[in-house]
């Protein structure tokens, strides 16, 4: 066996001799030496083993008769050497850590008040092999009557059931697991040793279950070896038990947890925890399905297979739950298939709550569509579908929601159905008799007015205004935004409509009203005004002038949380304008012309604007070449309206120079948003 020692421990007695022994702590009689009293000084070495020499130090020793050791004494007879001032012996291997007892001829005794130790070197010879907890196991060896305690895994054992030199027997802890033990010695050196084979504690084993199947809530035997060592059982699927039927060395009973999978069982060891997955696997007795007939919602469903009679519930694809069952056998059970049932696989559940999911998919008999012609079909006109189990269509949706649930004809295999008013183009959705709903990938184009083309941009008001594009004869009038309906054509064919543009008539998309009132708003928008700005040179118009000798660069300003120069949120004119959202009183948004003297060919900075946050105050600056900032002419935000702004190039002073930079600020409003459209210079 392997032997480990290891810190060194000195036991200091107090006083240090010159040839290295220790005294006690304080003289052990308080006579005088000439008075004839028998004095002990000290003894050592320190850490003296068993079987070497010992020497105690006094005064009269010459009368002592034998000196006793715990456990051992040694006579005058077997000193060594004996003087009145030393005792030379050899320690007996039976002698144990304690005080020193001097015997003297009057009968008198005199006891140390320092405890003798010694240097003990604990060795193992052999342990039992394999242990069960609760059980008694066996350590031979040498010294072992010096171990204070026995290191477990978990615990130490510091009660023996008996001890000797050579032996030690000890009961092994409950929470012990299999391993090494570690012997710990007294002495000057407490020692720590060891074993170099482990102790295996006993675990409990299964050997069989039984019945081989089991069904949820029945009783279940295990058979093996140590079983009652087991503190519960857990399923697969993490079902625990630990309230047994009965339990015994070899013998298991318990009930099988309604939430048990079927699969290994895990056995947990009583204290020390410790878990034993054994090789025989639960077999569960479940209901199996092995096919299942194609049927329609509200048709009853045949399902086939084994232990149906376990199942009192059936769930199928979509949340639909059925428990009124038509019949139910172990072999075969009938069910009536919800209006709310999808296709797909079914749960069955037992009678004890558990869900047994099917292997094969429910087959419904829905309707199915193959084409519908024509397409494309005038709103009123009647379109054919065709396809299969039609019979089972109470309604047909076409785009935009248009619902129609009187048809010109039905039959299982073709519905003929009038186009509603309110149809869009779409794929079809056909609803059952029980209300599912099945989507098609069947498109029907529906006939409707389409435009391309709007003009002229602008239209002034009382002037004509020509859409064209297609179907425009199915248009019975058009509003403008802003509310503006105009009914009465100048001309109206398939292609054309043109109209005269009425006074209330805003900028903006058109909305087209068929003749059965289906409203349809158009991409394009329609200009109106009083023609397009007064602007001879652009620095915006849907986007920054980009000309390489004219053009204009946007730099980065200041006191803004954004802007947008591609915006579509307010449109002046065109499709884009600037958005700014300044965050700063005085922020800038910030400009440099390529052409530095491009102000100097005109008389007014003319732009568009939108008070999108208030009635709040702008101005324009520039800077001159000359790095000088000009005067601010200021102008007003009207919120919610566009407004043309036109400032006279003489208000920024002398700029006959040149400009570097051009500027569009705010002017005292910390938060403040704008949009700006058409921002240009005219003569």
């Not at 047994?356 to 012609?373: E, F, K, Y």
């Not at 076409?398 to 073709?414: E, I, L, M, R």
């Amino acid at each position: 066996m392997k032997n480990i020692y290891n810190v060194r421990l000195l036991l200091l007695v107090c006083l240090i001799l010159s040839f290295g022994f220790l005294t006690s702590c304080e003289d052990d009689d308080d006579t005088q030496p000439n008075a004839g009293q028998v004095q002990l000084l000290s003894f050592g070495p320190t850490g003296v083993q068993h079987g070497e020499e010992i020497r105690f130090i006094g005064h009269n020793l010459n009368q002592v008769e034998a000196v006793e050791l715990p456990s051992a004494t040694v006579a005058k007879a077997d000193f060594l050497e004996q003087t009145s001032e030393l005792i030379r012996l050899i320690v007996p291997d039976e002698a144990m850590e304690g005080l020193v007892t001097l015997k003297l001829s009057d009968g008198k005794e005199i006891t140390s008040k320092t405890v003798l130790s010694f240097e003990v070197p604990i060795t193992i010879s052999s342990v039992t092999t394999e242990a069960r907890p609760g059980t008694n196991i066996t350590i031979n060896g040498t010294k072992l009557n010096w171990v204070e305690g026995v290191v477990f895994a978990k615990d130490t054992v510091d009660e023996f059931v008996s001890q000797s030199a050579t032996e030690l027997v000890l009961q092994v802890p409950l929470n012990a697991k299999t391993g090494t033990l570690v012997l710990i010695g007294g002495g000057t050196e407490p020692s720590f040793v060891e074993t170099e084979e482990e102790l295996i504690v006993t675990l409990p084993k299964v050997t069989s279950l039984s019945p081989a199947a089991v069904k949820h809530s029945e009783s279940l035997t295990l058979t093996g070896t140590d079983l009652d060592l087991v503190q519960e059982v857990v399923f697969a699927g993490g079902a625990i038990v630990s309230d047994f039927t009965s339990q015994s060395a070899t013998e298991i009973v318990l009930t099988v947890p309604n939430t048990a999978d079927a699969g290994a069982l895990t056995l947990v060891a009583a204290g020390s925890l410790v878990e034993v997955v054994i090789e025989a696997e639960l077999e569960l007795t479940l209901p199996t399905v092995t096919s299942m007939n194609a049927v329609k919602h509200g048709d009853n469903l045949t399902i086939t297979g084994t232990n149906l009679d376990m199942v009192k519930e059936v769930v199928f694809a979509g949340g639909a739950k059925v428990s009124a069952f038509v019949s139910r056998s172990a072999s075969q059970l009938e069910v009536k298939v919800p209006d709310t049932a999808d296709e797909g696989n079914l749960t069955l559940i037992t009678t004890h709550g558990y869900e047994v999911p099917t292997s094969s998919a429910l087959d419904l008999i829905l309707p199915a569509v193959t084409s519908a012609t024509p397409t494309p079909v005038d709103p009123g006109a009647n379109v054919t579908i065709t396809g299969s189990n039609l019979d089972l269509v109470k309604s047909v949706v076409f785009g935009g929601d248009a619902s129609v649930s009187t048809f010109v004809n039905k039959s299982a295999n073709q519905i003929v159905v009038t186009v509603p008013d309110q149809a869009t183009s779409g794929t079809l959705t056909l609803i059952t008799t029980h209300n599912y709903e099945v989507a098609t990938e069947t498109e029907v184009t529906v006939v409707l007015p389409v435009v391309t083309g709007i003009t002229p941009a602008p239209a002034a008001y009382g002037a004509y205004l020509t859409i064209t594009g297609t179907n425009l004869d199915l248009v019975q009038s058009v509003k403008f935004t802003g509310g503006a309906t105009v009914t009465n054509f100048l001309a109206k064919t398939a292609s054309q409509i043109i109209l005269t543009v009425p006074a209330e008539a805003k900028s903006g998309t058109l909305t087209l009203v068929t003749n059965r009132g289906l409203e349809i708003e158009t991409t394009l928008e329609a200009m109106v005004g009083d023609g397009g700005p007064d602007i001879d040179h652009f620095i915006y118009d849907n986007a920054l002038n980009a000309d390489p000798n004219n053009g204009w660069t946007l730099l980065g300003g200041w006191g803004k949380a954004s802007e947008d120069l591609a915006n579509t949120e307010q449109v002046s004119r065109g499709e884009k304008s600037i958005k700014v959202v300044y965050n700063e009183a005085y922020g800038a948004f910030h400009l440099s012309p390529k052409n530095p003297n491009i102000l100097n060919d005109y008389t007014h900075v003319v732009l568009y604007v939108y008070g999108g946050s208030g009635n709040n105050r702008m101005a324009l600056r520039v800077k001159t070449k000359g790095g000088v900032d000009s005067p601010e002419p200021t102008f007003e935000l009207i919120e919610g309206e566009w407004q043309k702004v036109e400032i006279p190039i003489s208000a920024f002073g002398d700029i006959s120079g040149g400009i570097s930079e051009f500027m569009i600020k705010n002017y005292g409003t910390e938060s403040n948003t704008i949009y700006i459209d058409d921002v240009g210079l005219r003569d």
